[in-house]
């Protein structure tokens, strides 16, 4: 069972069915020296949960952005904010994602979206930039 990549802890593995994130097939392809992005499984729970309190101390809409920039740039991990096809009244209406890839725990998945809701909740003004960004609002 692999414990590290170059020195780097990586996430426990997941009780078994508790997850869906495919870290052991991601870990056979390397091991078999398949070209690999492994960066998504050095995201440990201990790194999640400072994740988290990151997006806790988001206070701006280019904060988020970097956050979400420092995501992709570091595990390779996408973060999609969008209004809702439908009316947008609460942050209930934004579709927060994190793209499926392997590796990427369903824990994680819930996690962040989540945190991004509060941050969203606390700081009204980032998700009226958000539907600005989305043209929704125009220059109202």
Do not use: W
């Amino acid at each position: 069972m692999l414990q590290s990549i170059s020195g780097i802890p990586i996430r426990k593995e997941c009780p078994p069915g508790a997850c869906v994130c495919d870290r052991e097939n991601l870990l056979g392809n390397a091991r078999a020296g398949i070209d690999t992005d492994l960066r998504v499984l050095t995201l440990t729970q201990e790194q999640e949960r400072r994740l988290i309190e990151r997006i806790d101390r988001i206070n701006s809409y280019e904060d988020l952005q970097h956050v979400s920039n420092l995501l992709y740039k570091q595990l390779g991990v996408v973060l999609h904010i969008t209004p809702s096809p439908r009316e947008v009244r609460t942050v209930r209406g934004f579709m927060i994602l994190l793209e499926d890839r392997p590796g990427l725990c369903k824990k994680t998945r819930q996690a962040v979206p989540a945190a991004i809701r509060r941050c969203l909740e606390n700081n009204p003004e980032i998700a009226f930039n958000i539907l600005n960004a989305h043209d929704l609002l125009g220059d109202a």
